[in-house]
């Protein structure tokens, strides 16, 4: 469960930053999508660095 829990946390995250800046810019469309994308990255990237850690 706690996996998904991150997935959670890392899109809600991009959603917000995304949301941010797309209305600063005035491109919403463009930048809550790579909001989504970067935050899925970026909790993909800190379960990887969580695992490694559990291993050592």
């Not at 991009?14 to 930048?31: D, E, P, S």
């Not at 909790?43 to 050592?56: G, M, P």
Request: proline letters at 0%.
């Amino acid at each position: 469960m706690k996996k998904n829990n991150n997935l959670a946390k890392g899109i809600a995250i991009g959603i917000a930053i995304g949301t941010a800046i797309g209305v600063a810019t005035g491109n919403i469309g463009l930048w809550l999508s790579l909001g989504i994308a970067i935050g899925a990255g970026m909790s993909t990237a800190f379960k990887d660095k969580e695992k490694q850690k559990e291993e050592d």
